[in-house]
């Protein structure tokens, strides 16, 4: 197994899960098969618990896992189904520790960081390496390891020197080494300044791990004397020093890491240039030109109780643009917190009420995405009944679905709590072929999508709601969840119980954001025909 470690410094958030990414689908086009590990040091076992204010979304995996939204990023970028164990935390290494050590395995020793918490992780890293995720038989040939935080932080101090006796124990042959770093511009001058890199870098070497490749962000393109600067100071060669600056979208970072040769730098440390083909990134530079070029948008009014901060939704996000450049539209997002849309703002914060009711009534279609906990539920119904009633295409998501049947129910739905999450990919089956929901999906039968919920319709009120006009046309194997409800008077009225943004891709939209941005534009029907004619 080759192994490509990715670390940061200076600053958090420098963009390591993309750059992560954007490093696997250079080598997947050189026809290299590729797999993704994310560590994240947190004690947390999972990111199941966390607010998303704390760390963005929770993105649900197939198995159930409840991952760090870096996981996102690498399925969408590569295209891959990746399993909980992908997220190595060092919760679930302590814990892991600490079960064989109640259990005697350890025959009495005293259990210590070095070596019994860094063999684990090790043990974790090259177990989980050998997993396939890309639907073939056999282990991948690279696997992309980022370690979140920045280096010096003490809780990845074990990562580090697990990772230090990996590079070591797998020879150099195996083991590239990039670190991504930031190159700010101070003063008036507009000066780059390397001093934070080196200093990373220093801080890198000491703990026993040397980078073969820096991957320097910054606004502007590097100058020259900058590159040979980071050159000399931190003993990286010239040509294996990157740019990776602001671009329009991040569907250029393959190609702007492909233009300085990347893969060739990597691909050489790794001794894999005799088998690698030249990358063949053609479908990456069309879709990267094609969303450039775009000047038509679409309005979307998204109503949710995480508005502040817009990595809470990343997938939705990411699933409303695959949907928007299939249609040649760029998305307008309108960004409405749900408890704007109640009464108390009125008059408590008119202005905040008067901005949200302007967003909602100027939008195309409306989307109401998943959450926990009951605030700013009123103004979800608030806006699922202005779309009902204004014949608006709506999308509910998980929450968005329920506050849908509540709002139809005027009274309210009663509903039941599960004793445990419902999680990972779950079998729906659709009720009838002649649903909008089955059409969109080309599969009259059933789809397979995943779930994290907790509360369900309760099956008492179904028919009682059926009567009158709602139609619950995906359900479970049992027949007692709801899986789907549609308004077949409405242009386009859906509410689902899982979460269709968790598969969608880059070249491969979800079907149920595709069905709400082609319903903004009135060009549902004449999709639905021409699909339901095999053209």
């Known amino acids: 197994m080759k192994y490509v470690l990715i670390t940061g410094g200076v600053v958090s958030g420098l963009g390591k899960g993309v750059?992560?990414?954007?490093?696997?689908?250079?080598?997947?086009?050189?026809?290299?098969?590729?797999?993704?590990?994310?560590?994240?040091?947190?004690?947390?076992t999972d990111a199941g618990t966390m607010s998303p204010f704390e760390h963005g979304e929770v993105f649900v995996l197939d198995d159930g896992g409840e991952v760090d939204l870096d996981l996102g990023n690498y399925e969408r970028f590569l295209d891959v189904t990746l399993t909980k164990d992908n997220n190595v935390t060092t919760g679930k290494i302590y814990q892991s520790v600490l079960d064989k050590e109640r259990k005697g395995d350890y025959l009495g020793k005293?259990?210590?960081?070095?070596?019994?918490?860094?063999?684990?992780?090790?043990?974790?890293?090259?177990?989980?390496?050998?997993?396939?995720?890309?639907?073939?038989?056999?282990?991948?040939?690279?696997?992309?390891?980022?370690?979140?935080?920045?280096?010096?932080?003490?809780?990845?101090?074990?990562?580090?020197?697990?990772?230090?006796?990996?590079?070591?124990?797998?020879?150099k042959d195996n083991f590239c080494l990039i670190h991504v770093s930031l190159i700010p511009?101070?003063?008036?001058?507009?000066?780059?300044?390397?001093?934070?890199?080196?200093?990373?870098?220093?801080?890198l070497r000491a703990l026993g791990l040397t980078p073969h490749l820096l991957a320097c962000r910054s606004a502007q393109p590097l100058l020259d004397n900058t590159k040979m600067k980071l050159s000399q100071f931190c003993h990286v060669e010239a040509a294996n020093i990157l740019n990776i600056h602001d671009v329009p979208?991040?569907?250029?970072?393959?190609?702007?890491?492909?233009?300085?040769?990347?893969?060739?730098?990597?691909?050489?440390?790794?001794?894999?240039?005799?088998?690698?083909?030249?990358?063949?990134?053609?479908?990456?530079?069309?879709?990267?030109?094609?969303?450039?070029?775009?000047t038509d948008s679409v309005r979307i009014a998204m109503v949710g109780k995480y508005v502040g901060l817009t990595d809470s939704y990343l997938s939705v996000v990411k699933a409303l643009l695959h949907a928007c450049i299939a249609c040649s539209l760029k998305p307008s997002i309108d960004w409405i917190a749900a408890s704007d849309l109640e009464d108390d703002p009125a008059q408590s914060a008119p202005e905040a009420y008067a901005a949200a009711w302007k967003s909602l009534r100027n939008a195309e279609c409306v989307?109401?995405?998943?959450?926990?906990?009951?605030?700013?539920?009123?103004?979800?119904?608030?806006?699922?009944?202005?779309?009902?009633?204004?014949?608006?295409?709506?999308?509910?998501?998980?929450?968005?679905?329920?506050?849908?049947v509540i709002e139809y129910a005027r009274s309210g739905s009663r509903t039941h709590m599960g004793s445990t999450m419902r999680l990972g990919s779950r079998r729906t089956l659709f009720q009838t072929p002649d649903c909008v929901t089955s059409k969109l999906y080309c599969n009259p039968y059933y789809v397979d999508e995943r779930h994290r919920h907790r509360y369900e319709v309760n099956p008492d009120v179904i028919g009682v709601l059926e009567e009158a006009g709602?139609?619950?046309?995906?359900?479970?194997?049992?027949?007692?969840?709801?899986?789907?409800?549609?308004?077949?008077?409405?242009?386009?009225?859906?509410?689902?119980?899982?979460?269709?943004e968790f598969k969608s891709r880059p070249g491969k939209p979800s079907a149920?954001?595709?069905?709400?941005?082609l319903a903004a534009r009135g060009k549902l029907e004449a999709y639905l025909t021409r699909h339901q004619n095999g053209s």
């Open 19 to 44: 750059t992560a990414s954007s490093i696997g689908v250079g080598l997947q086009a050189c026809g290299l098969r590729v797999t993704s590990i994310k560590i994240d040091p947190y004690l947390n």
């Open 470 to 500: 709602l139609k619950f046309v995906g359900k479970d194997e049992t027949g007692k969840r709801m899986e789907v409800l549609e308004l077949p008077s409405h242009p386009f009225y859906v509410g689902v119980q899982f979460h269709p």
């Open 367 to 404: 989307l109401v995405p998943g959450g926990f906990g009951d605030r700013g539920v009123s103004g979800m119904i608030l806006a699922a009944k202005y779309a009902r009633e204004n014949n608006v295409p709506y999308l509910g998501i998980c929450l968005g679905m329920q506050i849908s």
């Open 249 to 294: 979208n991040i569907w250029h970072i393959p190609l702007l890491l492909r233009n300085q040769n990347a893969h060739r730098s990597i691909l050489k440390q790794l001794n894999l240039l005799s088998i690698a083909t030249p990358p063949d990134l053609e479908a990456w530079s069309r879709r990267a030109e094609t969303f450039d070029n775009l």
């Open 110 to 171: 005293t259990v210590q960081v070095v070596p019994h918490i860094t063999d684990a992780i090790k043990d974790r890293i090259e177990a989980v390496a050998l997993i396939p995720v890309d639907g073939k038989e056999g282990p991948a040939d690279v696997c992309v390891i980022e370690l979140g935080g920045t280096v010096g932080d003490i809780e990845s101090m074990p990562f580090i020197e697990a990772l230090r006796q990996l590079s070591f124990s797998v020879g």
């Open 512 to 517: 149920l954001f595709l069905g709400l941005i």
């Open 185 to 203: 511009v101070l003063g008036v001058v507009g000066e780059q300044k390397t001093k934070p890199t080196q200093h990373s870098v220093r801080e």
